[in-house]
């Protein structure tokens, strides 16, 4: 497979992801900031989710940078991980028209769980296939950013059994982190280079 063309595809789709949530924004009906502070929730709602495809494309690109080699099953793992960022934008929409209902917010919070290990899958996937390629280190004072992760939206999928918005809160800080380990200037690096 060509990582260019793979590259490509994949920036073209989360392009898309990003757009369809924009447009699900609505224009407020009154001409002051009352009109706009009445869509507060959803703004915040769709920033989250559109920070969180933001951080994910930068992390791809980082993943993709050195690799040499892309396989079928490196080729498999990243449709998957499209395809879970893709439904995004649908479960971001079905969380705020539902008010935060218990099965979207869990449905939200399990396609940020497994995107991020599908991703991590991915990542294992291109490091066997490109020897020498090392793990992405993103960290915030020391902890593992995509670790955390994992562990968060788990708590946030059985959180939102319990108080459904947890999903939606729990996936700000989880950006939130990510932001700041990129600003950070996270650690990327093939071994021995």
Do not use: C
């Amino acid at each position: 497979m060509n990582k260019g063309r793979l590259e490509a595809f994949t920036d073209a789709l989360l392009a898309i992801a990003a757009t369809v949530m924009v447009l699900e924004l609505h224009i407020p009906e009154i001409s002051s900031l009352k009109g706009l502070t009445e869509q507060a929730v959803t703004v915040i709602a769709y920033l989250i989710s559109f920070l969180t495809i933001y951080a994910v494309w930068y992390a791809h690109h980082g993943l993709f940078k050195d690799a040499e080699v892309i396989s079928g099953g490196a080729y498999i793992l990243n449709g998957i991980w499209i395809m879970l960022l893709l439904f995004l934008p649908l479960f971001t929409g079905w969380l705020i028209s539902t008010r935060y209902s218990v099965f979207p917010s869990v449905l939200y919070a399990a396609d940020h769980f497994l995107s991020i290990l599908t991703f991590s899958l991915l990542e294992r996937r291109l490091i066997k296939d490109n020897p020498g390629l090392a793990p992405q280190e993103m960290t915030v004072m020391g902890i593992n950013v995509r670790k955390v992760s994992l562990i968060m939206s788990v708590v946030s999928m059985a959180g939102a059994f319990i108080f459904p918005p947890i999903s939606l809160y729990i996936s700000g800080i989880m950006v939130i982190i990510s932001i700041i380990s990129i600003a950070m200037g996270d650690k990327r690096s093939v071994a021995g280079k």
